[in-house]
């Protein structure tokens, strides 16, 4: 067999591979897609530069996935998303910070004119993507109860993973972060590791929004009975 036909046979085999390689591939990610991949579509809808449009695209199939076919609700989603683009709005470079914003917008009687809107949008974007996150959970999980600690409560690795997720939610870590003085206070006291106190309750709160994950991880230790 001559060099000139073993390398066309090598090239040709390795297009088949290529070719195979793809085609399994394209079917590996249509079955790895959610059911509601159509739904997760529609969400982008409600990013910041379509919601600030003067003529939007009707969202009146989205809200329907989420509050059903009561037509005065629907009426009350559809005359807000087309007004949305009226009222000025700070937290524009974000998504997520936007609907917050909606969320908690109040006009000059004390109510808000985008309730429904915001509730729509809020549940929708709470959509996930991908099973990522979960996964993302489970390996925090396993870094922080590992073998030597698999002891540890179920109450206790949920309050810590709080805290994780928590300074992650206000894009801080324990080398930015400040505890709070009420926190501070608590931290080697009685108080802090009575499970039976409500204020323990509200201390796993405020560590959960402001406090360092490695110290918390060290203080709630103790109770890893």
Known sequence: MGKTQYA????????????????????????????????????????????LKPIKPDIIELSKLFVGDDPSYLTHIDFQWKKIHHTKWSETGNTLHFWAEIANYRDSSGENPYKELSEVALTALALPHSNADVEHCFSHMNLIKYKLRNRM?????????????GLKRNDKCCATNELPTNVVKKIGT?????????????????????????????????FDL
């Open 8 to 51: 066309q046979r090598f090239q040709t085999r390795i297009r088949e591979r290529c070719t195979n390689f793809v085609v399994e591939l394209v079917k590996q990610l249509r079955q790895r897609l959610p059911d509601n991949v159509g739904v997760l579509q529609s969400v982008s809808l409600l990013s910041v530069s379509e919601c």
């Open 153 to 165: 409560k179920t109450s206790i690795l949920n309050e810590i993973m709080s805290v994780k997720y």
């Open 190 to 222: 009685m108080e802090a590791y009575d499970s039976s106190s409500a204020t323990r309750g509200q201390l796993i709160h405020d560590q959960a929004t402001c406090s360092s994950a490695a110290d918390m991880e060290e203080d709630w230790d103790a």
